[in-house]
């Protein structure tokens, strides 16, 4: 693997050193006539003989504590097979290479947070029964204006460190041409056309999981870390996923409880969420509030450039949005500023959705950079003051 600096010119392009030696080949699809055609097999397709279907229950609120589970009702319910919660290895969120969730725990990170999953024998079953689980939870604190939480200016999170050279204060205030604005972007979802699906079953003490997931490889040993068990017991199959967009990179919560289900009543099982869970289970991508500061002298050349954003995460997550990644290759300026604040909110957890950081970073970026260019020779305008410039910056 090539190593590159992101925060330095380079020439020639990135690309031009690759070496897998596919750039520019006609490559066969081998599995697109499977997918036009229809016989593709995804997660959920296919049946295991004695297969049983599985729903989640959530928390029906967004903080707090849980103080007990009423599954009665439920198991009452004809064609249910078991009601399972309080196992240990039950996880509260999705997982990953680089980070567990917490597992046997009370306290509630999100509205939704999976708690206990029926088993049935048909999915309307497994979904009836879900909804007749109640589960009694002491009040929390809310906090879900992101606006409203105090901003930490040094989150311990996070793989991109933060960028400060020279005095882009100094520079911004002596400078012939200047412009500061701040931009927002919306949460993200990745709800891709296939929904988050698993069917799993044991055989021989060994693990099957059939799962949507885009990282096969670290699936396994994350499923294996998650389960206690050995990695060589766990085999995950993606023949096919019906998109991804970053959201099925980690194990989500529903892979790790089928596969627990799957061991209690002694049968596969396979579980799909639903799209209102998806939008509780999965990671997003997190709003981003962006102020982006350009500094150039009278000839519009930059002298200085600053992108500082502010991201949300819940308590438990261990990702922050690297905003600025895609800004730190792109334009000149000796003064640089380029950094990521974190809020903590009881909101589902953020994530990596497809080009994190890039996504809505460079978003920001090109707009700072598009006004002032449609400004031509006129006045810039900002929140924080205005100047005038006589051609674009570059």
Known sequence: ???????????????????????????????????????????????????????????????????????????????????????????????????????????????????????????????????LVVVRTEEGKDRFDVAAQPVDTKPEIGFLAPVDNGDLDAVMADAAVTFDRTYTTPVHFPAALEPHATTAW???????????????????????????IDADSVRVLAPYVGGGFGGKTGVGAEAILAAIAAEVVGRPVKIALPRRQTAYMVHHRSHTTQRIRIAADKDGVILAMGHESVVAQNDDGEFLEPVPFGTLPLYRGEARRFKTDLVRVDLPASGAVRAPGEAVGTFGVECAMDEPGRAGSGSIRSSCGGATSPRPIR
Do not use: C
């Open 202 to 228: 044991w055989e021989d003490g060994k693990l099957t999981v059939r799962t949507s997931n885009q990282v096969i490889g670290g699936a396994r040993k994350t499923i294996a870390k998650a389960l206690k």
């Open 1 to 131: 693997m090539n190593e590159h600096v992101m925060d330095a010119a380079f020439r020639p392009a990135g690309l031009g050193r690759a070496k897998q030696g596919v750039l520019g080949l006609g490559l066969d699809r081998i599995e697109g006539p499977a997918k036009v055609t229809g016989v593709a097999d995804y997660a959920y397709e296919g049946t295991p003989e004695r297969i049983a279907y599985a729903a989640i229950v959530g928390t029906p609120v967004g903080s707090g504590r849980i103080l007990g589970i009423d599954v009665s009702a439920a198991e009452a319910l004809p064609g249910v097979i078991a009601v399972l919660h309080g196992d240990a290895r039950m996880p509260a969120g999705e997982s990953n290479s680089r980070a567990m969730p917490l597992f046997d725990t009370d306290v509630i990170l999100h509205l939704g947070q999976p708690v206990a999953i029926v088993v049935a024998e048909d999915q309307a079953i497994a979904r009836d029964a879900a909804a």
